[in-house]
């Protein structure tokens, strides 16, 4: 018998034959801290209703009846339900999902990217973007947008061409910037590329009622993907569950990369049941978009410059120095995010009171210079 391992560390991860491509990496890092008023990550601050997660935990119950057994590796009822949620005549054919829409993410780029492959998307953008792409092997082109983070269609698809990527990734709204895309742009890309073009549609419940979703676009575009995730208006975050849309034939490439079983029966049955009840699970999404713009609104009083967001987050610019900022609000109970750009921190509309916590925070250290 070998000695007993004692958890010291004994080498660094330089020691060990880590893949070339992935030395000098940093993983996905939010800093997690237990503060009263987490406003960093975009998710949604109000608990699911009772009422909601009674009847969750009844279906989580029965599923757990036949725990023994692999679960529905096909997640049929899922993906029925988030046909019907869809809307605009999507089938279960149509439907992916997976444990976060990272995951359906890393699916797509497993499936399309890989090694001497190439993934494109125009920055600033999500942060896991880049991660997932490499992690698969492939390498990570970023573009760029104009001074306010829009983008035209005749620039982007001039972008794209150029790139000549397999995998074109656009986040609508974008994240961290919050800023819209019309589908203009998204049709354009489509057009300039002969890669598959994702839409990250991840706060799409936040934009207008009436802004088209990209699933409008579907038909005829067989490499297009709209993805979607629970973990934002749905306030399913812990749940981790995340899906897109897209022809049924890309559906059947998805499968060759997934792992068997990989979203679980719990898993299945709480996001069912959440969705069965989505008017009510949605019911706090005004109440979000309401104290997103007057999030905005007053950082504009203060003295900040809040962008343009059809998200529940707000990035705002004119911090003399972001991490003294964001220091400063820890101190005062307050997480929000500073994303890397510079003289910006992002922050999350919560409920009013959160909301309220921040903004009389940032009020108190302050004004912007
Ligand atoms: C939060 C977020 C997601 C959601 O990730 P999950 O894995 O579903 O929790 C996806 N894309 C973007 C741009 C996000 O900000």
Redesign the pocket.
């Known amino acids: 018998m070998g000695a007993a391992y004692d958890g010291r560390v004994t080498v660094s991860l330089d020691d060990l034959p880590l893949r070339d491509d992935l030395r000098g990496l940093r993983p996905y890092g939010a800093p997690q801290a237990p503060l009263p008023v987490a406003l960093n990550v ?1 998710e949604n601050t109000h608990p699911v209703p009772e009422s909601v997660a009674s009847d969750i935990l009844d279906d989580i119950a029965v599923a757990l009846r036949d725990v023994n057994r692999y679960p529905d590796r096909e997640f049929t009822t899922l993906r029925e339900g988030f046909a019907a949620y869809l809307g605009h005549n999507l089938q279960a054919e149509n439907i992916w999902a997976g444990n ?4 359906v993410l890393q699916h797509i780029l497993q499936a399309f990217a890989g090694p001497g492959r190439t993934a494109f998307g125009f920055g600033p953008t ?1 942060s896991m973007y880049p991660l997932l792409t490499q992690g698969t092997g492939a390498r990570w082109i970023s573009g760029v947008r104009d001074s306010d983070y829009s983008l035209t269609a005749d620039d982007a698809a001039a972008q794209v061409r150029a790139a000549d990527a397999d995998v074109i990734i656009l ?1 609508a709204p974008n ?1 961290p910037t919050g800023t819209p895309l019309g589908l203009d742009v998204v049709e354009a890309v489509y057009e300039a590329a002969r890669g598959i073009v994702i839409v ?1 549609e ?1 706060y799409q419940e936040f934009a207008p009622r009436e802004s088209p979703s990209a699933l409008t676009l579907l038909p005829g575009r067989p490499r297009l993907a709209i993805s979607r ?1 629970m ?2 208006a749905f306030a399913f ?1 812990g749940a ?1 569950v ?1 899906y897109l849309a897209a022809d049924p034939a890309f559906i059947d490439a998805l499968r060759l990369v997934r792992l068997p079983y990989h979203l679980s029966a719990l898993t299945q049955a709480a996001a069912v049941a959440a969705l069965r009840n989505a008017p009510t699970m949605l019911s706090m999404v005004d109440e979000i978009v309401e104290q997103r713009d007057r999030i905005s609104a007053t950082l504009e009083a203060l003295g900040y410059t809040p962008h343009e967001s059809w998200s529940n987050f707000v990035l705002f610019g004119g911090v003399t120095d972001p991490a003294a900022t964001w220091r400063a609000l820890y101190d005062r109970g307050v997480l929000i995010r500073d994303v890397g750009i510079p003289g910006h921190l992002r922050v999350t509309a919560g409920t009013e009171a959160e909301t309220t916590a921040f903004l009389d925070a940032l009020a108190s250290i302050g004004s912007a210079a």
């Open positions: 975009n976060g829409s990272n995951e999500y986040c994240n990250d991840a995730t973990s934002k975050a981790r995340g």
